[in-house]
């Protein structure tokens, strides 16, 4: 179980979807839709910011808040506390992370 951002897509059956979407994964169901993260056809370096503090979620993209949510909900169950951290890319998407930092902040 996890929780899913999708902040850039480029699927060629939805190209340059306008928006960024949190799904909390037990059932695949999507808890917020933001604002778009990355456009398409961006070639520039961007700043991602994630946090995640207990039961409330944000995530910036160049400082700029596209999610932003609190875990609250009875029917997906409890909040998760712990897990693991990934990025995911579809087949046709292709990026480079870099200077990638990661703390505890419990």
């Known amino acids: 179980n996890n929780?899913?951002?999708?902040y850039y897509t480029n699927n060629p059956?939805?190209?340059n979807r306008p928006f960024s979407?949190?799904?909390?994964?037990?059932?695949?169901k999507t808890v917020q839709y933001g604002a778009r993260g990355i456009p398409v056809n961006s070639t520039a370096t961007?700043?991602?910011?994630?946090?995640?503090?207990?039961?409330?979620?944000?995530?910036?993209v160049d400082g700029r808040e596209i999610?932003?949510?609190?875990?609250?909900?009875?029917?997906?169950?409890?909040?998760l506390a712990e897990g693991k951290f990934a990025f995911r890319q579809m087949q046709w998407s292709h990026f480079t992370y870099k200077n990638l930092k990661i703390w505890n902040i419990n």
Request: charged fraction near 30%; proline fraction near 5%.
């Open 3 to 6: 929780y899913h951002i999708s």
């Open 13 to 15: 059956k939805k190209p």
């Open 46 to 60: 961007h700043q991602l910011q994630l946090i995640k503090k207990e039961n409330h979620i944000s995530m910036s």
């Open 21 to 28: 979407h949190l799904r909390k994964n037990k059932g695949f």
């Open 67 to 79: 999610i932003n949510w609190k875990d609250e909900s009875k029917e997906l169950g409890l909040p």
